[in-house]
C-alpha cells in the first residue's frame, strides 16, 4: 500500500472517529454523565494526554519500523550489527557491514534505547510536571536530532542494503508524531507562542472531543502505517 493511500484509509477512519466522539459527548452531555460541560479549562488540563498519545505513537511507529527490519534480517541471514545498523539506517536495510555503515551502529543503538523511553513518557501524568516534561522534550529531540542524522548519512550507505519501501510511511509518520509533540510541550511548559496559549482554553466537552480524537487518531494512523508496512506485495 501506498503513502497516499494509508493517509487516504487513516483520514476516512478520523471523519468517522470524530462523528462518534462528538455524539457520545453529547449524549452524555445530554443525560447528566459529563460533569459542567460548558466550563472552561485550559491546555494544562488536556495538554497532557495530547502529549503522551504523540509520544506513545511514535514509541510504537518505531518500534514497527524495527520489527520490519528484524524481519528483513531474518530473510537475508544479516548480523546484528548489520541490524542495529539497518536500524539506525531508517528505511534502508544494511545486508553487510563495511566502513561506510559501521556509522550507522551508534544511531541504531540510541534508537533503540530511546523507544522504551518514549513508551514511558506514554503517561500523560508524566506531561504534567515541568520536570519530567522537560526530560520527555529532550528524549523527543534526540529523536528528531536521529531522523535529521539520517538524510546525511544514509544516501552513502545505501549502496550496501537495499531500500525497504514500506518503512519510509512509517518513518515520517513518527517524526510528524514527534515534530507535533515538541511543539505541545513547548505551549504547557512555556506558554508559547502566548496568542496560541491564550486560545487552548476550552469547553469541557470540547476538551474530551479533542482528546479522544488525537488520542483515537494518533492510534488509528499508527496502526495503518505499520499494517501497510506488513502486507505482504
Do not use: K, N
Not at 534526540?142 to 548519512?153: F, N, P, S
Amino acid at each position: 500500500m501506498h503513502a497516499h493511500g494509508v493517509l487516504m484509509l487513516a483520514a476516512a477512519g478520523l471523519v468517522w472517529l470524530f462523528g462518534g466522539l462528538v455524539v457520545a459527548v453529547a449524549w452524555l452531555s445530554r443525560h447528566g454523565r459529563l460533569t459542567d460541560p460548558d466550563r472552561r479549562v485550559a491546555l494544562a488540563a488536556y495538554g497532557p494526554v495530547f502529549a503522551g498519545a504523540f509520544s506513545g505513537g511514535a514509541a510504537a511507529v518505531h518500534l514497527g519500523l524495527v520489527g520490519t527490519h528484524a524481519a528483513t534480517a531474518v530473510v537475508a541471514s544479516s548480523t546484528p550489527v548489520a541490524f542495529l545498523c539497518s536500524v539506525g539506517a531508517g528505511q534502508t536495510h544494511i545486508g553487510a557491514v563495511d566502513p561506510s555503515t559501521a556509522g550507522l551502529l551508534p544511531l541504531g543503538i540510541l534508537s533503540m534505547c530511546l523507544i522504551p523511553l518514549q513508551a514511558l513518557w506514554a503517561q500523560p501524568s508524566f506531561w504534567r510536571r515541568t520536570r519530567r516534561a522537560v526530560v520527555g522534550l529532550v528524549v523527543t529531540l534526540l529523536a528528531v536530532g536521529i531522523a535529521m542524522a539520517r538524510t546525511l548519512v544514509v544516501p552513502g550507505a545505501g549502496e550496501a542494503g537495499g531500500t525497504i519501501q514500506a518503512a519510509a510511511v512509517t518513518d515520517g509518520l513518527a517524526l510528524a508524531f514527534e515534530l507535533a509533540l515538541v511543539a505541545i510541550v513547548i505551549l504547557l511548559v512555556w506558554g508559547r507562542p502566548r496568542r496560541l496559549a491564550g486560545r487552548a482554553e476550552v469547553r469541557v466537552a470540547e476538551a474530551w472531543i479533542l482528546s479522544g480524537l488525537v488520542v483515537g487518531g494518533v492510534a488509528m494512523f499508527a496502526a495503518v502505517s505499520l499494517l501497510a508496512a506488513h502486507a505482504p506485495r
